[in-house]
């Protein structure tokens, strides 16, 4: 077994090698581009041996931001043949290569935590990047609220894409004229690790359907069946968007009219309180219908400043019968699936997110998050994520976000810097 010493010298080696240049990749082979809020948690990383590069890994991002303001799920920086769906699939509008849809929006709280490493560094960099974060901030508050809560258009676009949450949804698309395509993802990691083709049919489907439309986000609003008002994406830009108010009032810069828009995202946000399951839950925008589904993104409501001790029931108990870790669907739950992606498995980027949220809080369960995850790194390396009944790796090897969470969190005693 590895020591602590050298797991972290092996993590700083997974983010040197899985370096492009200006930007890295999730991992080699099944991930070849370059992903948002893997990029965004990897700068976090970087932050812990070049903060310059941790700056430039925002930046490059950034370099992909559409002139509506959207910051695309994937930039397509240089052509690879392994992955599909490629650029030409996608058909984005942006000023590089790039999906047409979004991701949780991390990159502000991962900006602020680079900051406060290194003031003097950071601020021309942050002064630059906080009017771009503003308006990826402002497109998601025009485009994709629901009564306050924010939504989701695609599985992908939750980063959880396999999440039971969708299963209703994806039931009623009927993936007709998807015609014929090959998977990628399959001839680098174990089927029985990924998605079915009933879920990718759906999601080519509807790839196919915003290229059509160019990725206008009008038409897309009236004529995409999928539309989820997500607890990953509502907890996520709700602190995301506390933490740019902040920055942005310590820099003396613009903040007129956040305020408001953070009380409007706290009203969403208690939209997905969920009274029966005494959890929060995705709520499908169209029909107003709850998914039913205690998952780890339920559990994000303390990283956007929410205290709930019904949750906190939820998760302790989650963390008493699963012993390494988050899991990302609740594991007395029907649809429980140990191995398969966001059905069960425990992802260490995640269980950082939570346990930020609850050492903020000075939750009595935060202590656990991090020694459990330092524990299932330390045991078993660098994965994509981990069953977390037995702690066994799983997905992708030499994972960059993974590692990027053992160098700035994991590893570290809780309350060292
Ligand atoms: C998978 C994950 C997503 C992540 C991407 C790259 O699609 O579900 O959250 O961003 O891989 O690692």
Redesign the pocket.
């Known amino acids: 077994m590895l020591t602590q010493v050298s797991r972290s010298e092996e993590a700083r080696n997974i983010l040197i090698q899985n370096d492009r240049g200006g930007y890295t990749i ?2 080699a082979g099944l ?1 070849p581009y370059q ?4 990029s965004a948690i990897t700068a976090m990383g970087f932050a812990e041996f070049d903060i310059g590069r941790a700056w430039q890994e925002l930046e490059t991002l950034f370099s992909g931001q559409w002139a509506d303001g959207m910051v695309p ?1 994937i930039l397509f920086h240089k052509a690879d043949a392994g992955y599909f769906p490629g650029p030409d699939v996608w058909g984005g509008t942006g000023p590089i290569p790039s999906s047409g849809i979004t ?1 949780p929006p991390v990159a502000a709280t991962m900006a602020r935590l680079i900051w406060n490493k290194d003031r003097s560094a950071g601020t021309p960099r942050l002064k630059t990047l906080w009017p771009k974060l503003r308006a990826w901030h402002t497109w998601f508050l025009k485009w994709r609220l629901d009564q306050g809560a924010v939504c989701v258009t695609h599985p ?1 676009e939750a ?3 396999n999440a039971p949450d969708w299963d209703g949804v994806m039931e009623r698309i009927d993936p007709v004229g998807v015609g014929e395509y090959e998977r990628r993802d399959t001839s680098h990691v174990d089927g029985s690790m990924r998605p079915t083709k009933h879920d990718y049919d759906r999601y080519i489907w509807l790839v196919q359907m915003g290229n059509r439309l160019k990725w206008d986000q009008a038409k897309l609003l009236e004529e995409n069946p999928f539309r989820i008002a997500d607890p990953t994406m509502t907890f996520l830009l709700l602190r995301a968007h506390r933490d740019l108010l902040a920055v942005g009032e310590e820099l003396g810069l613009q903040t007129a009219g956040m305020a408001e828009e953070i009380a409007l995202l706290e009203k969403g946000a208690a939209t997905l309180w969920n009274p029966e399951l005494k959890s929060y839950d995705s709520r499908d925008a169209k029909t107003g219908l709850w998914t039913g589904c205690i998952s780890n993104a339920s559990y994000l409501c303390w990283l956007a400043g929410l205290d709930s001790p019904d949750q906190a029931a939820h998760l302790e108990r989650s963390l008493e019968r699963v012993k390494f870790g988050v899991a990302s669907y609740d594991p007395t739950g029907e649809k429980f699936d140990s191995k398969r ?2 059905r069960g498995p425990t992802w260490a980027f995640m269980n950082f997110l939570i346990g930020l949220g609850l050492e903020e809080q000075q939750h009595p369960l935060a202590p656990r998050l991090r020694a459990v995850t330092r524990e299932v790194i330390r045991q078993h390396g660098f994965a ?1 994520y981990f069953d977390p009944t037995d702690g066994s790796p799983a997905g ?1 090897q030499s ?1 960059t ?1 993974t590692a990027a969470v053992w160098l700035g969190w994991a590893s570290k005693d809780l309350g060292a810097a």
């Open positions: 999730p991992t991930y992903w948002n809020w893997d799920h991701q992908w980063g959880r894409d992606y966001w994509e992708g994972f976000w």
